[in-house]
């Protein structure tokens, strides 16, 4: 490579930087070696060679990489006097704690900007250089004014060597793609409580990013497509000339991967019942031991953090939760990642990273929803054809349907932007021949060993951590019943007899009128979806496809996909619901207050359920 360094306020080790290229890189190697006393990896190598050179480089990395060690790396060519600081932006509190943890480990004294920790006598140290990584939120980077006082100093500038952007796909996925009113829950934008414009400080880093002296700019990403990665670039204004891609290895061959198709509600999530053991079969060693706990967006700070020790500690086994809890978290003892309903594969992939981290077997489920509405819901739906990047519901819709080895459809997905539905195509033809040459364990995903992976499911509530490896490696099942699903028992009331076209027209009236109107008022002027987004014909039409069949309200629940309620009557839900029934008593037959048409405000949120 040619040197062509630009000018920063960081002036690098003179007798490195004298260094032609190869022999840099060996001496970059040497460095980690003394400090890590394990070698580095060449992509690690290459990245800090060319952040060295004064290149922005793009990481392109899977999780337990160790993106984060290239930043540690480029500080080490920096001489100690100059008191360089590396300024890390960050998506999440709770993220930016873990990675101060680990840099104090390491011998680098960092800090945490948040609204607790950010105060004056703290950005006296920032600008006097006592810190040597500061990480941040891009809100903090934009709009403090007391951090702007600091970023902007002549001192500062003039110790800044380098910015981080830590999983940097979010600059697109949560500062640039579009979200309008009529976005649709069932689209792959409104699939994921983390995507869409929610956070537009991720889509103006620029306007401070130009400002700083020439340092070097980092990004770091675990998935990022060609799609969204063409639009960081050109947000960024980084064209191919400003920018190194540098591309590792995505691909995890030790997380087993299995897709299957939900049987029951999203909202209700009964397909969870079958993963673990019931509580008469489960030895509790400790009283009032909690099974799982949440953390999603209405989770309380204090609580979240509760959550992320807790775990971290082995408290407890499961979390329900959205993407953002696992970003950039290390936690070796995750050992399975459950997704429910149909989502974008890179926000998935993501996702299924966080298991298998300590090189042992990680466990991947996938529910998705057998039908998605204005979905595509079989492979004869997409466009014949040979490759090609797909829109984000088509990517979703796919990875769904798809009967190809999903290890590799992931893979091609980060590559270029598309599922493949054949074994025939191209790209997947050339990475299942570069799998093989890199001496890949054989594929044991839900498409490739279908029996065995009907078979594990069946036995899941039989796993235990004594057995995971075994059964997810070689499918032995310890002995034991098999879940079974627990028994309704019929509470059926009302006239059995089959609505008269009259009587359904008029329902169907009725119903529809009702719940928009309560939804509309509910929902509120602003809000991002209208009423029919939420109850429309399609809801309507699967009630009078199955009115004769709906015994009480969680039937309902699995026709229609609406969230469950208590038989509160303050609950107002509650209570339209009762009214409802009032007004359809008076003019039908059909009628029975077990029959609660559910038609409330859909919880399609997908989550992650982990358990070590």
């Not at 920790?117 to 990584?133: D, L, Q, V």
């Not at 014949?384 to 459809?409: H, K």
């Not at 893979?411 to 191209?426: E, K, R």
């Not at 799998?435 to 036995?459: D, I, W, Y």
Request: charged residues 25%.
């Amino acid at each position: 490579m040619a040197k062509d360094n630009q000018q920063t306020g960081v002036t690098l080790l003179k007798k490195m930087m004298e260094k032609p290229d190869q022999s840099l890189s060996a001496a970059i190697g040497h460095r980690a070696l003394k400090r890590y006393s394990v070698p580095a990896k060449p992509l690690q190598i290459d990245t800090v060679l060319n952040l060295a050179r004064g290149r922005n480089v793009m990481l392109h990395a899977g999780t337990g990489f160790g993106k984060s060690r290239v930043a540690e790396m480029y500080y080490d060519l920096v001489p100690k006097h100059i008191k360089a600081v590396v300024l890390v932006l960050n998506p999440l509190d709770a993220l930016g704690n873990n990675q101060v943890s680990e840099k104090k480990a390491a011998g680098f004294s960092a800090i945490n900007l948040t609204k607790l920790t950010f105060n004056p006598a703290e950005a006296a140290k920032i600008r006097h250089g006592e810190y040597s990584f500061v990480y941040l939120s891009p809100e903090i980077f934009l709009n403090s004014k007391l951090f702007s006082s600091i970023y902007f100093s002549p001192e500062f500038q003039s110790r800044l060597a380098l910015v981080v952007v830590d999983e940097a796909h979010l600059i697109y996925h949560w500062g640039m793609v579009k979200s309008t009113r009529r976005k649709k829950k069932s689209s792959a934008l409104g699939r994921h409580e983390d995507r869409g414009i929610f956070r537009p400080s991720y889509g103006n880093l620029y306007s401070n990013l130009q400002a700083r002296n020439g340092a070097p700019i980092l990004l770091l990403s675990a998935t990022c497509p060609p799609r969204p990665l063409r639009a960081i670039q050109r947000n960024l204004r980084l064209d191919s000339t400003k920018l190194v891609i540098l591309q590792g290895e995505l691909t995890c061959p030790e997380i087993r991967i299995i897709c299957v198709f939900m049987k029951g509600s999203m909202t209700l999530f009964t397909d969870l019942e079958d993963l673990y053991s019931p509580i008469s079969d489960t030895p509790n060693k400790k009283a009032q031991s909690l099974f799982a706990r949440r953390y999603h967006s209405v989770t309380g700070d204090q609580d979240k953090q509760d959550v992320e020790r807790d775990f971290g500690e082995g408290v407890f086994p499961v979390i329900s939760c959205t993407m953002a809890l696992g970003l950039g978290q290390n936690w070796t003892r995750v050992r399975s990642v459950v997704h429910m309903g149909r989502g974008d594969p890179s926000a998935i992939c993501q996702m299924i990273g966080r298991c298998g981290r300590d090189g042992k077997p990680g466990l991947a489920i996938l529910f998705v929803e057998k039908t998605r509405t204005n979905g595509k819901n079989s492979i004869a739906q997409f466009k014949a054809g040979n490759g090609g990047e797909q829109s984000d519901d088509d990517r979703m819709d796919a990875l769904a349907v798809t009967p190809v080895c999903l290890r590799i459809a992931f893979a091609v997905n980060n590559l270029y932007g598309f599922i493949p539905l054949s074994t025939q195509d191209d790209a997947y033809q050339a990475e299942m021949a570069r799998e093989k040459s890199q001496g890949f364990v054989t594929c044991r995903c839900s498409n490739c060993l279908p029996n065995e992976a009907a078979h594990l499911m069946k036995h899941m509530g039989n796993l235990s951590i004594d057995n995971f490896d075994d059964v997810v490696l070689n499918d032995h099942h310890t002995e034991g019943p098999v879940n079974e699903k627990r028994k309704k028992t019929s509470n059926r009331l009302g006239n059995e007899e089959p609505l008269t076209a009259e009587e359904t027209k008029e329902f169907e009236k009725e119903l529809m009128t009702t719940a928009t109107s309560w939804i509309s008022l509910r929902l509120g002027q602003h809000s991002f979806f209208y009423s029919d987004d939420i109850f429309g014909t399609d809801e309507m039409n699967a009630i009078i496809k199955h009115i004769n069949h709906l015994e009480d309200e969680e039937d309902v629940r699995v026709v229609v996909g609406g969230h469950h309620f208590d038989e509160d009557p303050g609950d107002p839900l509650y209570r339209w619901v009762t009214k409802m029934y009032e007004i359809l008593a008076k003019n039908h037959k059909w009628y029975s207050p077990k029959r609660a048409l559910v038609a409330s405000n859909i919880q399609d949120e997908s989550f992650i359920a982990v358990f070590g």
